[in-house]
């Protein structure tokens, strides 16, 4: 059975950090795109932290860049999001995604909100 379960999500105070996991099962990781995708309350999904199959080439969305970290572990089978200096705009709910082999598949969402 294919899964994607999140994790690692919480309250967290302005410039604090958080590590999200993503772990795969069903499908090998390393061989499909990972995206960490996040949603406002009333916003868009959007999409903020890439990582391409096999060599790990990543990019990120522009809020991000140089705060947050997407990494794979292909031992565990889990894509991770280190996050620091967290702003209260970083709020929303944080969703894996991977796509590859004409599939895509979501997890269910951890809820990231940082506030003081």
């Known amino acids: 059975q294919v899964q994607l379960v999140e994790s690692g999500g919480g309250l967290v105070q302005p410039g604090g950090s958080l590590r999200l996991s993503c772990a795969a099962s069903?499908?090998?990781?390393?061989?499909?795109?990972m995206r960490w995708y996040r949603q406002a309350p009333g916003k868009e999904r959007e999409w903020v932290a890439y990582?391409?199959?096999?060599?790990?080439?990543?990019t990120y969305r522009d809020s991000v860049k140089g705060r947050f970290t997407i990494s794979r572990d292909d031992a565990k089978n889990t894509v991770y999001l280190e996050m620091n200096s967290l702003k209260p705009e970083d709020t929303a709910v944080y969703y894996c995604?991977?796509?590859?082999?004409?599939?895509?598949?979501w997890g269910q969402g951890t809820q990231v909100t940082v506030s003081s």
């Open positions: 995604n991977a796509m590859g082999n004409q599939r895509t598949y």
């Open positions: 069903g499908f090998t990781a390393r061989l499909y795109v």
């Open positions: 990582m391409a199959s096999g060599g790990g080439v990543t």
